[in-house]
């Protein structure tokens, strides 16, 4: 990267209504990311949004005056070519396949939930394929280049990519920032004076050390988890003493597994009422797309602060920086497990604190495990494992294993059933599954 | 061992029904293992069980004419002192407190079973510190005996016993022997024609491979699983798409985890029949005793083949004849992980095929895992883990963790009420967690 | 194997002055091998001697009356082509490249010999590549049959085979039948009432326990080890306190490693004398091709057993008929690590026992490790991995690195002065060195 | 640490000729590192030395302003009452008895070497007792103190605290820091843009990468090892086509085994010409104790960087200040392995990078393990475990598994000839082995 005059970088799901942050996150560290090139790349149904998104984009650098070139394109292949940086945000299916995900499994009694469950597993069928090919044109294009995953399953496309291509590649989630901006707003400090280590997968951690200036805050944190959440995960509340012999501050995401009953009920008194979080999602976008459409605009509108992945451009910008520079900071990323858990295989991804070096992140050895974390854990990376299988071999069987096998289905037969009905509904998506031979 | 004349074995627990299973063992394999005094030891309130199974012990070994001595007593340090082996066959709280092991849980929509889930957490509870109790006094009374335990949970039991003494321990189950015999029934041939290789836990085992005169059956045996069952576990019938892909034969204990849904309205359906497997058992023990008790009985009666806990006595009698002769023959048992299944730590208890030598057994190489088993394997084993510990130190927090962490348990919420309706019900076996400090 | 009638078996390097042995296995042991083939391979070079002991074999065999056909060829191809064992005795170079691996090393003070040392590493340079010719020949011709490896060095020789193909590969050497044949005559036993643990790796051991009936006699070996040693290698004696605290008995060649002074001053005296080790072998074996060809010689004659390799053929046959009928018994075999030692990779070759099933060994669990032998098992496997590597590819970078980690290899300097000469006088054998683009 | 005024600092064998520059470390990172009490603390027979550099540490002091006290004392509990950092930097035993380690091995025919070898191997056994001690009165008087210990062998020293004592505790070497110093000025840069990585333990690493703003100059490195060397370790030339072939940086203490026989003729030639690197050092000292005594000196003088220690004191206050501050920066320590080398037990020390927390060092993964060096690590860590529980246990037996293990002794005969005389030269210091029971 040393030679070039500045950066070259590409954004696939270029047409996000997240790329506002992002253009800002470039535009405000620009001293220390030099970006020459922003390539923005959609599919052909995007481009509609691209246009509005990247125009915007384009705005918001004029008014920046930097030398930044701002690409739109649909020609994946030229916007990799060359790149420093890979960013990929992308939802194959759109929101409609999301609605899916969510709503079949209720039929069943069991948890909808885009990451997660069976509608997470959906997600990773119908994403892993597409994101090993954007993996191809970067190993033929740009082999250089770090990409950066922020398309959900996180973990699991993290770990698919380890496993089944050479490309070097980082999984990033906002969750693990978002807790170090609470406790920085709780104990009002600069987030960099809070260290938290996190422990687990991507959407399945335990955070077991909060220091805040030194001093470990999280037997305080624990018994105030109120503002531990996120928009997308409904607010149950934890049980004070479960948490406080668990001795570690669970995710949010563990919720549902913690609390399938209460969480399950919510979702069907939601979905009863017709309340649809991907349908919410998506009226969001429509109304943040009006507002990207306005000539006038040349800022990140705040409205766009309310979508619910808020810090995951900021999560991206960092990394990028500490890449770049060498810096050796501590970010927590979805990096290949290498002894880390050590009853994880090596290529299992795990979500960790990592010193960012230029060379890529090294991962912290892990300073307290909470054992009743441990089983858990290695169930959810089993189904993954299958699961991410699964995707690649459009393997009947491998999936029935996956779905069986993940802790929030009750039994072989309503794994067998709900299967069929979900890959049915994903059949556009799911070619492996439905070629000849397999059928 | 080699200098004594002939052996000394205490039975803990010997007023059992299975004693004379046992003594019919002993008599029949006196060559290859010379029995010199059987000491069979109970508690007060079992003494009269005791004198009437007793009795027909001593009947049977004066038929046999073998210069083996039958000793009856309830003072446990005497029978244990010197001795060669020890094997316990206990329950402690007897059927009554089964019966509220298997009914509590039903309340809360949760399988109720004797070795899993919250009844067998509530067993291993109760037997654990007795158990270790046994141990204190092997410990100092028999350092060499081997303890060879029958007393269920008995991977868990065993594995308390690993980790918090220092008596050589082996725990023993029936199911692999009767995998062997059905084996050998279906293909028609001698038992020890036949190689079956087991994975997992206690009453948590996979069967990658069974080999019949060298030849593989094992998709033969995927494909008819009706005649492997055992009496206390309901005959819900496995999906074949499910075991195929599965390349295992689960465990007919699996059942309560694969087809929870099922076995649950199973057991839902014969408690509001007001059938219930404890009152079943007792009543065959009661029968039994009544045969036990005819002075004319000189033989082990066959109505106890039909107890449900066949093949118990010939296991224990194989293993004690390896053991004492080094005959470096391939056993099932429950014994210290060591590696074998590397995500394990080295001290938990595991289900495993062994050689068994002069030394001990030591356990061998797998040469399959099935993927799929990995997750509910260290799922089980973490709650296992939290529960032995809850048992030996009495700590509630410790029994939260195990029971929300147990993957039969739904929600933590659900964990904490049945918990304290569980331990409540069991106030008189649990000191450890009703003393002063602990309320 | 099951639907044939009778076994095929190839003997590469059949035309050995071993063969009778051999052969004489095969006819005491038929009931339990039915051998209905022998091939007998050897190269052209070697086809004198193989017509003398295959002419020497036929006799044999007709002696017995058994229906054993003896082939004798020189198409390898031929020999292989679906046969259910086949065999390596090999010496690439014969009696004269030995001889410089011997002699070469003495000329810079390091020790010369046959089996480690830089003479094992020009042996394993010249071997491994034609080995792993007959390993494809394998795959090819008989991809289920077992290779049983005599070839030295056999621990290499059978680690490269793990690593570069896809053979059924097990390593055997006779020092650990030897050891239990001196234990058994000592304490005059039958050798099955004898059972050691060998820990380490193939001329790199340590016995940790010798059971006599069941008894430990470990400290009684380690006080009378005259009788431990072997035709090749000289009887310098052990220091009484050095063994008493190695707790371990060492096997013989580890004289090489803890006496290194001695033995080389001994190794210099003999060469000086103008003695030389593979002198005296080539004038033995040409005394016995002498009596084999005597035409009416019709059995193995008693003079073979003087010749060094005592017990090889016996070792070799007790395998194949555990393999074939699957006896479980356990025998001293060289291996992949698996676990075993945990230190060293999955894919390391060990010497450990195993018990032979069907489907092959299984590595025994290790009861001790004797903790002063770790480090330099690892030293000599980090040489190993080194010089298997150098001879796979040729990479005089690779063998400069395992010369100069030899831990027998007193410096760079010399490593690299030593291997210069070592390479050129065995260039004929060593195309992989001397191609036009390595030079 | 937080709620005091002020840090207290603990200095055991503060007497030594390198506490002025320990000293003007303090007074220059006074305002990241508060000192309020130094405490400089010498056994009775140090105590002239002890005033005399106390002295100008107090003139020093005086002349900078800064409110930082003082103490002399022989009284080593009240110096480590309350301490939050100790540092030690012994040589039990002084300059005779590191002349002895270096002499008596040459008439053996052996490196004679202060830190490895024989020699390395008395230190320890003198020292590590000594620190043990320490360390109980750590545990009792200032059981959150960080122990830094400069004390060689610094590894074997700190292993022997991990495994014997409870105390937080880190060893520390100039030799990392030297590296990095030596690249700053071949490449014109700041220290801190140099990133290298270590492999291995203290005193025996490799170098395996070597970033200069972000460019790997290993290859350049590897070709210019001119610059690279100590003081203490004489100044053969590397072959370089062995450096090209290892792809690592050996540290210069490596000579000792990659080009013994170089080394050791260098060894005796200067002991033959009367040259006693010893006396050399005691000649220096009696020169700076003349320079401290200088009532008019205020200042660190200009010689005491011809020392040979160069570095040490930077390394001591750039870790106090990191743990103080939490930093989070990456120093390369002696600390327990934990995984990090995978064939080395968890409580093994080793020489690593590590991310400096407020809560201490956090090892960080290798990136890059030099397949040859692996061997030998665990040859040099097999000898130091061995001499560590030999110095614990004053075990004979031990110490000769030890000796003759080390790589660097060529035979067990040698090495229990060399032990006997280097013991009964080192009786004085090492009671454990002359006790009554022992003899």
Redesign the interface.
Known sequence: M?TKQGLKIAVIGGGSSYTPELVEGFILHYNELPVRELWLVDIDSGLHKLNIVGNLAKRMVEKSGLPIEVHLTTDRRQAIAGADFVSTQMRVGMLAARGRDESIPLKYGVIGQETTGPGGMMKALRTIPVLLDVCKDIEELAPDAWLLNFTNPAGMVTEAIIKYSNVKSIGLCNAPIGLIKQASAKYQVAPDRV?AEFVGLNHLHWIT?I?V???DKLDEMLADTAGYSAKNVPACEW?P??L???RALPSYYLKYF?????MLKEQLDSHNKGINRAEVVKRVEEELFELYSDVDLQDKPKQLEQRGGAFYSEAAVNLMRSLYN?T???QTLNVAN???L???PDNASIEVNC?V???GP????L?KIP??A???I??????E??AIDAAVTGD???A??AM??H?LV?????A?KMLDEMLEANKEYLPRFFTPESV
């Open positions: 040393a260290y050390r220091d200036e030194g001093e049980n003493e479960f406080q012999s668990l913690y609390m399938t009953d209460e060498g050796n900071d501590i290498n002894g880390i050590d009853f994880l010193v070096t230029k060379n090294l991962p912290l050895p300073t054992p009743s441990v089983g858990l290695h169930a959810v990376k089993t189904y494992q299958l009947r069987g491998l029935i294993q069986a096998h802790p009750p039994s072989v037969g309503i067998i």
